[in-house]
């Protein structure tokens, strides 16, 4: 079975906004990103990279996401997100067609790659005070929501014996897991599964 592509990509921040760069070849906006060799120290890589391509210094930090892509053709690729940090310097446009600091309300302005989408909507989410417009109210609002359905289920399996460190709720759309009904994170984990998991692929009409 062939070894899925591995993508390291930097989230680079500044105060308030996020570092974005233009691919001279198709003019989309994207999240700076390089393909990693295998068994390669991902932070390591990113670190040395947005030095050597961008001339800037970060902090690589935690890993912001992991999105794993398919194709019919059988290949496959993992797209890792890490958050990062400026330390000194200024973006340069060595191996971009251009590279601009944006905060996350100016993101709809920009045309992305298709692969970067998840990694907006999940940053949208994150440090933004609203979820897409075609979820409906606001990120409170719809982690409320979730944390209800949660709770709901916790019940559920209590009344019928089940051990809720043993219960795992799925997405009904696509079926994938997203985590055990004890994980106080599980209304972050799902709406992260909505807005990148399944939207795209499962749209609401």
């Known amino acids: 079975m062939e070894s899925p592509a591995v993508v390291a990509v930097a989230i680079i921040q500044r105060g308030a906004t996020f570092l974005i760069a233009k691919d001279r070849f198709d003019g989309l906006w994207e999240f ?8 390669e120290d991902l932070q390591a ?3 040395e990279k947005i030095k050597e391509e961008l001339g800037i210094d970060v902090i690589v930090e935690s890993e912001f996401s992991m999105i794993r892509y398919s194709h019919d053709a059988g290949g496959v690729m993992h797209l890792h997100s890490f958050l990062c940090q400026l330390i000194a310097g200024e973006p340069q446009s060595l191996v971009y067609a251009d590279a601009q600091w944006v905060e996350i309300g100016d993101f709809a302005k920009y045309e992305f790659d298709p692969f970067d989408i998840p990694i907006v909507r999940q940053l949208e989410f994150k440090f933004g005070g609203t979820v897409p417009a075609f979820f409906g109210g606001t990120k409170d609002q719809c982690l409320a929501a979730c944390r209800m359905v949660i709770e709901t289920l916790r019940k559920s399996f209590r009344v019928r014996g089940i051990p809720e460190d043993k219960a795992e709720l799925s997405c009904p759309r696509c079926e994938r897991r997203i985590g055990v009904a004890t994980d106080d994170a599980l209304p972050e984990k799902m709406m992260y599964h909505e807005l990148v998991g399944c939207a795209l692929k499962h749209p609401c009409n």
Not at 32 to 39: L, M, N, R, T
């Open 45 to 47: 890589c990113l670190g």
């Open 32 to 39: 700076p990103c390089w393909e990693a060799e295998q068994d």
